[in-house]
């Protein structure tokens, strides 16, 4: 018996919010957490959309029934079986996204903002962008332990801020400070690191002034 992977074409969903024209400045590519479709996850950014500005939200291929074979259905970036091959597939995916982006504005700063599992999909794909991200928001996500070499000499470039909830019940003290370690010591990194009050969640208030900030600091590079 053998195993092999065939390439496929495959339509993938994404959403967009804002206008992509000569005239956008900056772009966000928005990656939701496990379980959570870009329907639903879209709404955090509904607000910040303003001139100059476009979201868009790419999803996971991955589709299931969150409870059972039937109700609310979730999506996810990748789990533990075939995982290169997932990870491989995102980039592919995450490419074609860049590079339809890239021609309908191509004036635009790209710049990334990642939740839960979307952070470890978005730290890992830096490395093999089509373009250079800006900058990198990285919302209650656990930093990949096994960030290879490429994406680490990109993130070195790249203006990195990072948030943790103080009750987060997927990411608490001890997690959060061994991977603030192992980045620091092991791959000379040294992301900013915040907190907040709360859990596995957004707060719209920090959410809104960080993507003004990034997009600021960026701009006077």
Known sequence: MSTR???TIQKQRIDCLGELNESTTNIWFALHGYG???????RHFVPLVQNGRAIILPQGAHKFYLSGTEGRVGASWMTKEDRLTDIDNQRLFLNEAI?????EAPNARFHMVGFSQGVATGMRFLGYSKVSFHSLLAWAGSWPPDLDEKSRSVLAQTT???????TDPFIGTAKREDRVTLYKNEFDLHPEVNTYDGGH????DILA???NRL???TLKR
């Not at 969640?201 to 719209?204: D, G, K, M, N, P």
């Open 99 to 103: 590079s339809w982006a890239a021609a």
């Open 201 to 204: 969640t957004f707060r719209s």
């Open 215 to 217: 997009e600021n600091i």
């Open 160 to 166: 990195m801020s990072s948030w943790f909830g103080t």
């Open 36 to 42: 959570q479709l870009v329907v639903y996850f879209k």
């Open 5 to 7: 992977f065939i390439e």
């Open 209 to 211: 002034n960080e993507i």
